[in-house]
């Protein structure tokens, strides 16, 4: 059973930085995609981010040039380093994996991070 694993939301000001983390496990095979959406009270869940194998990288137009995602493929996990960071990012955070595409089929549970002063 695959369960993927979040770390690292929280409580940041204004400009400030944090680091997520998501770990898989329970698969023998290695996700074609691995990324992160977010869900902000009364909205609905957007992609910020995913890193998909031979095909690079996507963000949102928000959070260009201010997010990087990474990924170990080692250690089967993704990473988000969020820079810079605005109240308008205050949400909360899922990961995903998609097996051969790159449309989610596993979730993490979610972690929040709240940007505020």
Do not use: H
């Not at 097996?99 to 549970?109: C, H, K, V």
Request: proline share 3%; aromatic share 12%; net charge positive.
């Amino acid at each position: 059973q695959v369960q993927l694993v979040e770390s690292g939301g929280g409580l940041v000001q204004p400009g400030g930085s944090l680091r997520l983390s998501c770990a898989a496990s329970g698969s023998i095979f290695r996700f074609y995609a691995m990324g992160w959406y977010r869900q902000a009270p009364g909205k609905q869940r957007e992609l910020v981010a995913r890193t998909t194998d031979g095909a690079g990288t996507n963000y949102a137009d928000s959070v260009k040039g201010r997010f990087t995602i990474s990924r170990d493929n080692a250690k089967n996990t993704v990473y988000l380093q969020m820079n810079s960071l605005r109240p308008e990012d205050t949400a909360v955070y899922y990961c995903y994996a998609g097996r051969s595409t790159a449309l989610p089929d596993y979730w993490g549970q979610g972690t929040q991070v709240t940007v505020s002063s």
